[in-house]
T-cell receptor, first 112, second 115 residues
Framework: QKEVEQNSGPLSVPEGAIASLNCTYS??????FFWYRQYSGKSPELIMS????GDKEDGRFTAQLNKASQYVSLLIRDSQPSDSATYLC????????????FGTGTRLQVFP | GAGVSQSPSNKVTEKGKDVELRCDPI?????LYWYRQRLGQGLEFLIY????????KSGLPSDRFSAERTGESVSTLTIQRTQQEDSAVYLC?????????????FGPGTRLTVL
């Protein structure tokens, strides 16, 4: 059973639209949640981190966390073709709070 | 400051040979992680270091894989008797250890090809 699940996509949105990426996780004790962006052939880079229920905004990006429902989402407003990448959700799992489990990622395609 | 560095960037080896992959974390980062990413796949956790000790080795695929860290700095991942299924990008990440899980910063990876 996967511990962090994401829809693999691709999710296709037109330029200027809102892209909504979702992630569910299995460990109710998880406290730390991250969204990473990975361009093809490159390493993951951090987009957002979130630790508390609710929304966290940073520029065009908003992370949303709902611990009761065990999901975390990432909204990208005014999507640009340069946002086309794979977005990885990562959640800390278990008693060892430094261990992250990554989802398999959602591929986002923003078309002009 | 400098980011996480890894070497070599690419490694081509023959089946059955041993390989060593190196990771230099960001200075001052006490936590260090190794992941494997096969083509088109997600990140697979291999091992995690806190300082020089490895509290979690649960992701190592077999006893052919081992890792060590010295001086709370550089880490090496060794794969013995490589197999074709070991072909992947091996990513290293480091983070500060501040209680709640902190941001992991990734290196550029080592692309391993086993012929």
């Amino acid at each position: 059973q996967k511990e962090v699940e994401q829809n693999s996509g691709p999710l296709s949105v037109p330029e200027g639209a809102i892209a909504s990426l979702n992630c569910t996780y299995s460990d109710r004790g998880s406290q730390s949640f991250f969204w990473y962006r990975q361009y093809s052939g490159k390493s993951p880079e951090l987009i957002m981190s979130i630790y508390s229920n609710g929304d966290k905004e940073d520029g065009r990006f908003t992370a949303q966390l709902n611990k009761a429902s065990q999901y975390v989402s990432l909204l990208i407003r005014d999507s640009q073709p340069s946002d086309s990448a794979t977005y990885l959700c990562a959640v800390n799992i278990g008693d060892n709070t430094d261990k992250l489990i990554f989802g398999t990622g959602t591929r986002l395609q923003v078309f002009p | 400051g400098a980011g996480v560095s890894q070497s070599p960037s690419n490694k081509v080896t023959e089946k059955g040979k041993d390989v060593e992959l190196r990771c230099d974390p960001i200075s001052g980062h006490t936590a260090l992680y190794w992941y494997r990413q096969r083509l088109g796949q997600g990140l697979e956790f291999l091992i995690y270091f806190q300082g020089n000790s490895a509290p979690d080795k649960s992701g190592l695929p077999s006893d052919r894989f081992s890792a060590e860290r010295t001086g709370e700095s550089v880490s090496t991942l060794t794969i013995q008797r490589t197999q074709q299924e070991d072909s992947a990008v091996y990513l290293c990440a480091s983070s500060k250890h501040r209680g709640l899980t902190d941001t992991q910063y990734f290196g550029p990876g080592t692309r391993l090809t086993v012929l």
